[in-house]
């Protein structure tokens, strides 16, 4: 169907008939139709931003974003979009660097938008999506060793993740001192030793937070009645083998490749199940340290510039006038 011609299908005539739609400046296809990795079963996500009407602006009230869950399509208020691209949030970065073939609307407001999606790029990226990709990496190896493995093996999973959960820390976080913090787990619980001193807020509550989603996979292990089908554990797979060359590419200064062209095929065998799960993660292994290396060597700025985003902001909503 062509892009001119979606929109015309009843499942989104609330585009037409909800006044708080009124302006749509930039949507696209996402999600596996615009990475490139669709399959003939492949549902049609839509994504976007609009400049939100005067009286959520001026007002009492607030827009965030419009969700409309039979057509899955999702639509930021510009505010709440800016923040999330600042923020280096991957769902957003990722429909900014939508090939042109799955943009359905995009204005003149829009295309300033598109166009000046540098200002969001910064090293939050080693965070976001790193932690992204360990998210989906985390979910799908407790998948497997849940459903397939003795208690003796899962407690070797547990104490590989911990470990790989400490060397993240040290790649992500201010350095602190070895000894400082150590992961442990006995027969019932994960045990953590934190003895940490003028310690930055903002770095602990960032290893706050991965503490708790371990805690919350490792009670997941004992829930078997949770199976994942081998279909969701392979696009789980493909998902996080993507984030990190994405992301990768992010941080060597080559922009946002949404489709990923050149690994289209590695990314659809994933998918489609042609490889096996031990080489899957060497896959992921070996894309884990190209993003680490890009990591070191990025040159994009430490964090976003919020006056010239605040400055586009500005300028798209007085374009809307």
């Not at 790193?130 to 093996?153: F, I, K, M, P, W």
Request: hydrophobic share 40%; charged share 25%; aromatic share 10%.
């Amino acid at each position: 169907m062509e892009m001119n011609q979606l929109l015309e299908h009843t499942n989104y005539d609330f585009l037409r008939t909800n006044p708080d739609l009124n302006q749509v400046i930039y949507l696209v296809l996402s999600g596996s139709r615009a990475y490139g990795t669709a399959t003939p079963d492949s549902d049609i996500d839509l994504r976007g931003v609009l400049v939100e009407p005067k009286q959520y602006l001026l007002g009492l009230k607030s827009f965030e974003q419009f969700e409309d869950l039979p057509s899955d399509t999702v639509i930021y208020g510009l505010r709440k979009f800016a923040s999330l691209l600042s923020k280096a949030n991957p769902n957003t970065i990722e429909l900014l660097g939508v090939e042109d073939d799955c943009i359905v609307i995009m204005t003149e407001q829009g295309e300033r938008l598109r166009n000046n999606a540098e200002l969001f790029l910064s090293t939050r990226v080693v965070s976001s999506f790193g932690n992204y990709a360990l998210a989906q990496l985390r979910r799908l190896q407790n998948a497997l060793y849940r459903d397939s493995y003795t208690e003796v093996e899962q407690r070797e999973h547990l104490k590989t993740m911990l470990n790989a959960q400490m060397e993240h820390f040290q790649r992500t976080y201010t350095n602190f001192s070895e000894g400082s913090i150590v992961l442990s787990a006995d027969e019932d619980n994960l045990l953590f030793d934190i003895d940490l001193k003028k310690y930055p807020v903002v770095d602990f509550v960032g290893i706050y937070s991965e503490l708790a989603s371990i805690v919350k996979s490792y009670n997941k292990l004992n829930h078997r009645n949770n199976k994942k089908s081998d279909k969701q554990l392979y696009k789980h797979a493909m998902h996080l083998v993507r984030l990190l060359m994405t992301g990768t590419d992010i941080l060597l200064g080559k922009g946002i490749a949404t489709r990923r062209k050149e690994e289209q095929a590695l990314l659809m065998d994933i998918r489609n199940g042609k490889l096996p799960f031990d080489e899957i993660f060497d896959l992921a292994k070996i894309f884990q340290d190209k993003f680490h290396d890009a990591a070191k060597t990025t040159k994009l700025p430490y964090e976003p510039d919020m006056d010239a985003i605040d400055r586009l902001m500005i300028e798209i909503y007085e374009m809307k006038e």
